[in-house]
């Protein structure tokens, strides 16, 4: 509530009576500091993780949203989020953000088992020969849904352990501070 209320309307209302008529998505990047919340970006473009923990629980489908976008006709729609916690996991380059190394194989993907509510996205791969190169420093970012954050991460780290590639490496933190 208190998002929605310092941070998201404060937002439409800006856009409103500046007559900004924004079509797309806007995201706002939030800190929470001492349970008080700070906007800290705005994010218009799908890609990024934050968006990537978000979309899947999206109800209707992102693909019907977007059609009524098009046809002025979201406001007739009723936006519903599935009722799941949701966390992602980057998999980055060695050495990055500084220098890392790019056209690095990643051999093990086909022993990831994502379940229903996994999701793998790849955000700076290449197919080359029909293999799977790492080319950016942000590789792939692994999302899971589940009751509770403890239950993602565990799904999260248990295809991470699959995927065991010497190529990369993840933060060890992401989500402890929801975590028990």
């Known amino acids: 509530n208190k998002i929605i209320n310092k941070i998201i309307k404060p937002t439409r209302k800006g856009l409103s009576d500046g007559g900004t008529q924004h079509k797309g998505f ?52 009723k936006l519903e989020w599935l009722d ?21 194989e990643i ?14 996205f790849h955000a700076g791969t290449e197919i080359k020969n029909e293999l799977i190169i790492a080319t950016g420093g942000r590789v792939l970012n692994f999302v899971s849904l589940a009751d509770d954050f403890n239950q993602a991460k565990t799904k999260i780290i248990k295809n991470l352990n699959k995927l065991n590639w010497p190529g990369g490496f993840y933060r060890k933190d992401i989500g402890y501070k929801v975590i028990d």
């Open 107 to 120: 051999k093990n993907l086909k022993s990831i088992d994502l379940e229903a509510h996994d999701y793998l």
């Open 26 to 77: 806007l995201y706002a990047g939030v800190m929470i500091v001492n349970n008080e919340p700070y906007l800290i970006a705005y994010y218009v473009r799908l890609g990024d993780s934050e968006c990537q923990t978000i979309l899947p629980t999206l109800q209707p489908d992102l693909a019907e949203v977007l059609l009524a976008c098009c046809n002025k006709s979201l406001h007739q729609m």
């Open 84 to 104: 799941k916690k949701s966390l992602c996991i980057v998999v980055c380059s060695n050495g990055y953000p500084d220098q890392y190394k790019k056209n690095i």
